[in-house]
């Protein structure tokens, strides 16, 4: 019991000397040090996709949003990774959106299904080609949801995860 009063007792004066040092003012003659801003990748990070994710009212002005996808990147024959996207339909005009929300999971599964065929490829660089994937996407949702209803589809968001 004694040691754990003196344990408190010591904590207890540290923290008093720590608050009157931080307190005081700087030594004479010299000047206040530099407060330096460390880079914060992750707000720069989070910024970036908020940006991303925007809805865009000038070109996409009718859109809707299916739930994440996660699509195998390929390099060669060689499965390397996971994309995790979300995928953006921009709508033709006089398409109602809602219309489309009692079919979505149906949509998604057509859309897991080809991206399975068709996956993401990594080449030599490590740069992701997107455009077939894309292409077999859009195909696939367009048999559920109409040919020439949808005027794009947007993939936001790929975050690539390479398998260890």
């Known amino acids: 019991?004694?040691?754990?009063?003196?344990?408190?007792?010591?904590?207890?004066?540290?923290?008093?000397a720590?608050?009157?040092?931080?307190?005081?003012?700087?030594?004479?003659?010299?000047?206040?040090?530099?407060?330096?801003?460390?880079?914060?990748?992750?707000?720069?990070?989070s910024?970036?996709?908020?940006?991303?994710?925007?809805?865009?009212?000038?070109?996409?002005?009718n859109e809707v949003r299916s739930a994440p996808l996660v699509i195998p990147v390929t390099q060669g024959e060689r499965l390397v990774g996971y994309a995790f996207v979300t995928p953006r339909f921009c709508l033709a005009r006089g398409v109602n959106r809602?219309?489309?929300?009692?079919?979505?999971?149906?949509?998604?599964?057509?859309?897991?299904?080809?991206?399975?065929r068709?996956?993401?490829?990594?080449?030599?660089?490590?740069?992701?080609s997107e455009a077939e994937t894309n292409s077999a996407l859009l195909a696939a949702a367009s048999t559920i949801i109409g040919e020439g209803r949808v005027e794009r589809l947007d993939l936001l968001g790929s975050d690539l995860r390479l398998l260890q």
Do not use: K
């Open 18 to 45: 720590a608050e009157a040092s931080a307190a005081a003012p700087p030594p004479e003659g010299g000047e206040e040090p530099e407060i330096i801003e460390l880079y914060n990748s992750v707000e720069a990070r």
């Open 118 to 128: 068709t996956p993401f490829t990594l080449d030599e660089e490590a740069a992701m």
């Open 47 to 61: 910024q970036a996709l908020m940006a991303q994710f925007a809805t865009d009212e000038e070109t996409c002005s």
């Open 1 to 16: 019991m004694i040691y754990l009063r003196w344990a408190i007792f010591c904590v207890a004066a540290a923290m008093l």
């Open 98 to 116: 809602f219309q489309l929300d009692g079919r979505m999971h149906f949509i998604v599964d057509q859309m897991i299904r080809a991206a399975h």
